[in-house]
């Protein structure tokens, strides 16, 4: 087989073996639907009563307020579609310019909504400021009926940038508005404690950590949102449809080892990610490093000057390396990305960004194999 080196983990993940193994028996022998009061049926009831539970303790959430999902992009669109009372009522939200498309798009021909998009600084970063002026109540015409919300992801995912999101939360409340972050490149790789940080609403997806693909988990600390799915009365009737047993019990089964190991797994990819750039500094490259200092462990996002980030991705697909050029999920567009132009990376170096994600299965002999890969292609696409 084909040796490959995988440094494209914020893309998606490999599944954790434990996971899988966790999987097996309710896609084959416990195949009973979790709605049906047989004995068939309420042990894949209790298997996702025990997942939910898991999954909150992993980050400081009472059970009831975690609803399965399709994956982050659902939640997304949970959070952002159906926020409020009912869709007729009035609504002003307030995102990051950064924010991925599941929340970008979402905002787009929003019924009764008014939408601002905050900028950010060189390092993704949203001013607290910024939204204390969003939601200055002359811009909007007072209405009983109105609902406020700010939605800012937890971490980006081309540039890895961590937001100060107890900071935000805070402001968005003192400025009557719910606080929703897309926390789906940092749930499993970063410590979150959805209480302690004031988050109202919270999206996820399994696939980014280690779990299987097709599922994720949607918070919502109090009915901040109207039902995702009608239909039966699964997930407390908020989103209706059988439930994926196999994939809640795998992504239960992923995150608790993601979070039992979470502070030596984040030590180990930072000391990859060291490595990797200590090589990089050293090797005669013109770049820079986008992001802040604040990051997703693993997250390298690179710009070279005068070189064109596809040509490089190709080339590594060449020799066998996976990693993207600005946003994974949006492969076909090719353009500089909204988060490379919100963070004003020169125009020069702009076109040649490249993402590199190192995750808990990469070794120091992957960082060696991509800088060398890396370096040649440059020197060779400067001749
Ligand atoms: N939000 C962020 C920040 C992401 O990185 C992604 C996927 O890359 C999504 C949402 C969408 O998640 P999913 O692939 O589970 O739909």
Redesign the pocket.
């Known amino acids: 087989m084909k040796r490959y080196i995988y440094a494209d983990n ?2 998606t993940t490999k599944l954790d073996t434990e996971a899988f193994e966790a999987m097996l028996p309710w896609l084959i022998e416990n195949y009973g639907n979790a709605s049906q009061p047989y004995f068939f049926g309420k042990k894949a009831a209790h298997a996702i009563k025990e997942a939910r539970q898991t999954i909150a303790g992993c980050i400081n959430a009472d059970p009831d307020n975690i609803f399965f999902t399709s ?3 659902e939640s ?1 669109n949970w959070a952002i579609k159906c926020f409020g009372v009912s869709p007729t009522d009035a609504k002003v939200i307030v995102v990051s310019a950064i924010e ?1 498309h ?1 929340i970008l798009h979402a905002c787009k021909n929003q019924p009764n909504a008014t939408v601002t998009y905050l900028p950010v600084d060189k390092d993704g970063i949203v001013r607290g400021e910024d939204i204390v002026m969003a939601f200055d109540h002359s811009n909007h015409p007072a209405c009983s009926r109105t609902s406020y919300l700010t939605s800012i ?1 937890m971490a980006n ?1 081309e540039i890895g940038t961590i937001m100060p999101i107890k900071d935000l939360a805070a402001i968005a409340h003192e400025n009557g508005s719910v606080f929703h972050t ?1 926390a ?2 940092a749930v499993g790789h970063i410590p979150i404690d959805v209480k302690g940080l004031g988050i109202d609403m919270l999206s996820a ?1 399994a ?1 980014k950590f280690n779990g299987p693909k097709g599922i ?1 988990f949607f918070y919502d600390s109090g009915k901040h949102v109207y039902p995702h799915n009608d239909g039966g009365a699964q997930e407390f009737g908020m989103r209706a449809g059988t439930e994926n047993v196999a994939g809640i019990v795998g992504m239960a089964v992923a995150l608790k080892n993601n979070c039992a190991n979470l502070e030596s797994n984040m030590k180990y990819i930072m000391s990859l990610e060291d490595y990797f750039m200590d090589l990089m500094e050293h090797s005669g490259v013109d770049f820079i490093r986008n992001g802040g200092r604040n990051h997703i462990p693993g997250n390298i996002n690179l710009s070279f000057r005068n070189a064109d980030g596809e040509a490089i991705l190709h080339r590594l697909d060449l020799k066998g390396i996976c990693i993207s050029t600005g946003s ?2 949006d492969s076909v567009n090719t353009q500089i990305s909204h988060v490379i132009r919100a963070i004003g990376v020169p125009q020069e170096y702009a076109n040649g960004t490249i993402r590199i994600s190192l995750g808990k299965y990469n070794t120091l002999d992957d960082c060696d194999s991509i800088v060398e890969a890396l370096v040649k292609i440059l020197s060779l696409s400067k001749k």
Do not use: E, L
């Open positions: 914020a893309a994956g982050g992009t997304d991925h599941a992801m995912n897309d789906v490149q997806s696939h994720g994974a999920c």
